[in-house]
């Protein structure tokens, strides 16, 4: 069963960093495109960064400039380095990604991690 797992969240003070991870268990599950969505309370999910297949990256506007989003190919993982954190950034952080599974092309969500920033 393939599983996407996440680490790195945690509680940190505002202008603190953090790295998430993303990582997929199993060895049948190859990552090709990756994002990195939040959601606070009460709020939408929303995209925070994105990898293609090309490593073309995009970022929201909210986060340019303080977050990176990066990837292992060989460990089929995924990060996130997040600087200058702001306590608007608290929110469950979610890896979701594309990839291939015995040739099948599939989509994963994580089972989130919370950040939570303090003022």
């Known amino acids: 069963q393939v599983q996407l797992v996440e680490s790195g969240g945690g509680l940190v003070q505002a202008g603190g960093s953090l790295r998430l991870s993303c990582a997929a268990s199993g060895s049948i599950f190859r990552i090709v495109a990756a994002g990195w969505y939040r959601q606070a309370p009460g709020k939408q999910r929303e995209l925070v960064a994105s990898i293609s297949t090309s490593d073309k990256i995009n970022y929201a506007d909210s986060v340019k400039g303080r977050f990176t989003i990066s990837r292992d190919n060989a460990k089929d993982t995924v990060y996130l380095q997040m600087n200058s954190l702001k306590p608007e950034d608290t929110a469950v952080y979610y890896c979701?990604?594309?990839?291939?599974?015995?040739?099948?092309?599939?989509?994963?969500w994580g089972q989130g991690t919370q950040v939570t920033v303090s003022s």
């Open positions: 979701n990604a594309n990839g291939y599974v015995f040739g099948q092309f599939v989509n994963y």
